[in-house]
């Protein structure tokens, strides 16, 4: 049985999200994509909710989004409690988001890195396990609790 797989993009991101659309299908990924479906002007927002949903709901084991920048892509997934999106721009952070944050979701600067760049980071992020011990207890403490908002 495949693992799965969503991603998401805004119109920055499009050109390499179909390219790893196809580098993942070829890795035995099956993918589900949560659009945009065009070159055409898009929101990121429109697309990271859906995919940060399927995230936390377990529809997919973890996620690739991409924008211009890749920042409102993250800003977005972020919002949601049960996402750790990591913005990669070179194979030493792809690594270290999934070793050390337990990343669930990685995104890319499509304006800023090649389509073969975003492969192999892409393969160091899936291939990458978390390490545990002394993170769990940074990573326990990312979502938003009552006792959190309570002392603010």
């Known amino acids: 049985m ?29 993918v589900l994509d949560f659009g945009t479906y065009s070159e055409e002007r898009a929101d990121y927002p429109d697309f990271a909710h859906p995919l940060a949903l399927a995230v936390e ?10 924008c211009g920048s890749g920042e409102g892509m993250a800003m977005t997934l972020n919002k949601h409690q049960g996402i750790r999106a990591g913005l990669a721009w070179q194979p030493e952070i792809a690594e270290l988001i999934r070793q050390h944050n337990n990343a669930n979701v990685i995104v890319f600067p ?34 938003i609790s009552a006792a959190a908002t309570a002392k603010a």
């Open 57 to 66: 709901a377990g529809e997919v084991e973890c996620g690739v989004g991409l």
């Open 110 to 143: 499509a304006r800023f890195i090649t389509n073969d760049e975003a492969a192999h980071m892409l393969e160091i992020f899936l291939s990458t396990p978390f390490e545990g011990g002394r993170h769990e207890g940074r990573i326990a403490k990312i979502p």
């Open 2 to 30: 495949k693992k799965k797989i969503g991603i998401a993009s805004d119109h920055a991101g499009y050109e390499m999200k179909e390219f790893l659309v196809g580098w993942l299908d070829a890795h035995d990924w099956e």
